[in-house]
C-alpha cells in the first residue's frame, strides 16, 4: 500500500529524513514512534504530498507520489484520511457540519452526504452530538469528530498524527479501540505516528523506530519490545535496576496461570534460589504479555537455562549495558 525506498528529505540544506526505507502493507496498522524532532510527522506528511522530498521513492498506492501533479494528489488525497493531536475542527460549524465538510468540497449530492454523515456518527458514537458546538465537547468526542471527517470519503488510508497525544490515558484507550474496530470493520490501513509507546504496543503491529531523521529499528512491535530490542530499549528506558553479581535473565510469557507456576516449579525442582529484578504485564494487540527479571547464581545458570528451554520459555540474558548471551523466539 505504501513503499519507502531511500528516502531523503531536506530543509534548506540540512537533511532530517535520512535514506528510509520500508513498506506498509495494506490492512495493517503501522506505527512511526520516536522522540519530539524525529521527523516522524515529517515522513507522514510526505505520503501524502504535503512535503516535498528530495531523493529516493515515496510509492503510495501504486504511485510515485513526487511525480504527481496537482489534480493527481487532490485525487490521491482524497484517498487518505488524516487525524490530528490538535484536532483541526472548526469551531464555528457544528458535530454534522463539520463531519460533512470533505463531502461538500467534493461536491457530493445533499442525500448522500447526509446518509454517509449519519453513518459516520453512529461509527464514532456521536449520534447524539449531530447538532453540538465544537467547543463544547470533549477531547475524546473532538477527536471521534476528527476520524468521522477522516472518513467521509471512504479513503483507502488513515494517517494518524499524535492523535491521542491531547487525551488523558482512558479516553486515549477508547480512540484507539475505536480506530482497531475501523481497521477490522474496513481494512483501513492505518499509519500511526506518535511517542506514546503504549499506543504502538496496543495497536500496531509492525513499527518504525525513528531518531534524528534516521531509521533504528523496523519489525513486528511484540518481537521489538519482548526481546528488548537495544534501540527500544534505549528509548523506553526500563525502570529496572540489573544485579551486577550472578546472571540476570529475561523471561517472557502469556498471562495464564500455567506458565506463571512454571516459575514456581522451577525453583522448586531445581532447587534454585533467585532474586527477581523487576516485571510487568503488558497489552499487545489483542493479547496480554508480560515479562519477568531473575537473578540466578552463576554455578545454576545452566540448569535454569535448560529448564526454560524445555518449558519452551522465551529468555534472554541481560547485563547493565547490553543484551549478550542466548535469545529464543
Known sequence: MITVRNLEKQYSGRTVLHDLSFSVDAGEIFGIVGRSGAGKSTLLRCFNGLESYQGGSVRVMGKEVSTLDGKELKTLRRDIGMIFQNFNLMGRRNVFENVAFPLQVWRRPKAETEERVA???????????????????????????????????????????????????????????????????????MVVV???????????????????GRGLSLGRTEDLFLFSEKNLKNFTEEDYALLPSGTNIRIMFPRDIARQAVITAMARELDVDFVIVGGRLERYLDKVLGFLIINVPDESLEKVLRYLREHNLHREILDDERHVGERTG
Not at 146 to 155: D, K, Q, S, T, V
Not at 202 to 209: H, S, V, Y
Open 119 to 189: 453513518e459516520l456518527l453512529e461509527l464514532t458514537g456521536l449520534t447524539d452530538k449531530r447538532f453540538e458546538r465544537i467547543q463544547n465537547l470533549s477531547g475524546g468526542q473532538k477527536q471521534r469528530v476528527g476520524i468521522a471527517r477522516a472518513l467521509a470519503l471512504n479513503p483507502k488510508i488513515l494517517l494518524c498524527d499524535e492523535a491521542t497525544s491531547a487525551l488523558d490515558p482512558e479516553t486515549t484507550l477508547t480512540i484507539l479501540d475505536l480506530l482497531q474496530d475501523i481497521n477490522a470493520r474496513f481494512n483501513l490501513t
Open 194 to 212: 506518535t511517542h506514546q509507546m503504549e499506543v504502538v504496543k496496543r495497536i500496531c503491529g509492525r513499527l518504525l523506530l525513528l531518531d534524528k
